[in-house]
């Protein structure tokens, strides 16, 4: 049985970020979304349009991997990175909370995770399920470009 964590990830990301533009109606950007940085280490918002989807499917595949509750301080760390200072050394810098929280909120709505009071977020059955049919379906594409993954099905 071929899990989330078997299949590249960029292609898992992708698709699931496919699947949350056209399925799920909760996990839509908000109206500030294509002015905001993705943290204070970033000097412009990003240039992608889908970026919304393709965060929030990152942040179900973490949650995946994680197995645990994950709380949003240690998803800021996750999507942080550095902050360039000019001629001063870079210093690591946390990424949005807002954009985190907004995020799993409508995750929430969606019926994908479930809040863990005290301790975090955790995926429910549903977002399990997504991420597994997803991986499924890429590795039965994989499987048709290379005969020999077939053991993997």
């Not at 990003?46 to 994680?66: C, F, G, V």
């Not at 549903?126 to 053991?151: F, Y």
Request: proline share 7%; glycine share 8%; no cysteine.
């Amino acid at each position: 049985m071929v899990n989330a964590l078997e299949v590249p990830a960029d292609m898992l990301i992708r698709r699931i970020a496919e699947k949350l533009k056209g399925e799920y109606s909760q996990v839509k950007p908000p109206q500030w979304a294509f002015y905001a940085k993705t943290g204070s280490h970033k000097e412009y918002p990003p240039r992608d349009n889908d970026w919304w989807y393709i965060r929030a499917a990152s942040m179900l595949r973490k949650l995946y991997k994680a197995g645990q509750p994950i709380g949003i301080e240690s998803l800021r760390t996750v999507y942080g990175g550095r902050k360039r200072r000019g001629s001063a050394p870079p210093h690591f810098r946390k990424g949005s909370g807002s954009i985190i929280r907004e995020i799993l909120q409508q995750l929430e709505a969606a019926g994908l995770v479930s809040k863990i009071p005290g301790k975090g977020r955790v995926l429910t059955s549903k977002g399990r399920s997504l991420l597994d049919t997803t991986a499924r379906e890429i590795m039965q594409e994989l499987v048709k470009v290379n005969p020999e993954l077939s053991k993997y099905l």
